[in-house]
């Protein structure tokens, strides 16, 4: 996906969930199945004699009749999660899995093999609309909601063959295997069909990645095991997303923020010229002494973002690009960036919440959302990358 999320602290280990009550995993129930939600999974509702029990369930579709086995969830849960192991009543949208590990009790890599990819692309523009309302204080009839749509990208074959780069682990007996959803457990895969033919694994050393964009090209060295967009068409299309949003221009001072290798630092330092400045903050101390190589003209900083932009002088930045991780900016970057009174900001997001929330921190700062574009970077799963504009109330023609 995007950016990992950080590692449970070494020596920590999970609290066991102590017992709520009697266990309902294995229980069936017919269900009708309501909307989609944040996750990749639908939200139903199971009778329990005089109480109603939401059920996240997977490999369903809305307005489907389909029969429900119960994965997680006790008596006293606020909600369940299950599996949709049979159909009653199938929805238009419905296809068969063109992968055979795909389907309850199966890989958990994919969420969507069983919607055409034309619908999985609403069910993830009806999420987004969904946080951007609930979470990000935007009106539903905004038209930056109510007409958005998730665009497809160039480099995968109808949603397939897009990861070039795969980590498998070891089934049982040998041979590569995937794990099944929220579960250690490991079933054989002879051939990951969202991956390309040549997907490499991660592994030691750096590799060398190439990206043309308007005309102008750049080689990002990078960390074999690092962060990098694996679907082959992300790179180019992002930064053509963020050039368009932002219309860098020469002399401009720019901060890219969680800037990883310099993907968007070298393509913005070509717009601003030799009067301009970029300066790049990285909290992965590998990534950000690569993006040094890769951009030699940008001024880079390697640390936890916040704690960088304390330190960062207080002079003002024309343009800022914001890359998070999946937890998004939050608070803090959010408020050290609006304290340089940035024109524009370009937030590229790859979670619908976390890019909601951080949306609603800029509106309380006069920051509004001026455009917001959605990317399928990931077909046949429920994540979507977006890129956003943000701009100074009263500043958009500027």
């Not at 006293?76 to 929805?91: I, M, N, Q």
């Not at 330190?311 to 003002?316: I, N, S, V, W």
């Amino acid at each position: 996906m995007s950016r990992p999320q950080r590692p449970a602290p070494r020596g920590r280990r999970p609290r066991p969930k102590a017992s709520k009550g009697e266990s309902y995993v294995g229980r069936r129930f017919e269900v009708e199945v309501g909307p989609v939600a944040h996750g990749g999974h639908f939200v139903a509702r199971v009778q329990i004699e005089d109480a109603s029990r939401v059920v996240f369930v997977r490999h369903a579709l809305p307005g489907e009749q389909v029969v429900v086995e119960i994965t997680e969830g006790t008596a006293g849960d606020r909600f369940w999660r299950g599996d949709a192991v049979s159909v009653v009543s199938a929805a238009p949208e419905r296809v068969v899995p063109p992968c055979p590990y795909a389907g309850p009790g199966l890989c958990g890599g994919c969420d969507f093999q069983h919607v055409s990819v034309s619908a999985q692309r609403e069910l993830k523009a009806t999420v987004l609309r969904e946080q951007l309302v609930r979470l990000g204080g935007l009106s539903a009839s905004d038209p930056l909601v109510s007409e958005l749509a998730v665009e497809a990208v160039p480099g995968d074959e109808d949603g397939l063959r897009w990861r070039t780069r795969q980590r498998y682990t070891t089934a049982p007996g040998g041979g590569r295997g995937m794990r099944k959803y929220r579960s250690h457990d490991v079933i054989p895969v002879d051939d990951c069909l969202i991956a390309t033919e040549d997907a490499r694994e991660p592994g030691a050393g750096t590799v060398v990645e190439q990206v043309a964009v308007g005309g102008a090209e750049h080689s990002f060295e990078v960390s074999a095991d690092g962060f990098w967009q694996v679907h082959p068409g992300a790179p180019s299309t992002l930064v053509s997303a963020v050039l368009s949003a932002l219309s860098p221009a020469p002399g401009d001072t720019v901060l890219d923020l969680y800037a990883g290798v310099g993907l968007f630092s070298a393509f913005l330092a070509d717009r601003v010229g030799p009067t301009g400045r970029v300066v790049a903050v990285e909290g992965d101390p590998t990534a950000s002494a690569l993006s040094v190589g890769n951009v030699p003209t940008a001024e880079v900083s390697a640390g936890d973002v916040a704690t960088v932009l304390a330190r960062l002088e207080e002079g003002p930045f024309d343009l800022v690009v914001l890359d998070p991780p999946r937890e998004g900016a939050r608070r803090k970057v959010v408020e050290a960036v609006v304290a340089r009174s940035p024109r524009k900001v370009a937030y590229v997001a790859c979670d619908p919440a976390a890019l909601a929330r951080d949306v609603a921190i800029f509106a309380e700062h006069g920051y509004r959302l001026q455009s917001l574009r959605a990317f399928d970077l990931f077909p046949m799963t429920h994540h979507v990358e977006c890129v956003a504009l943000l701009t100074k109330t009263g500043s958009e023609q500027q």
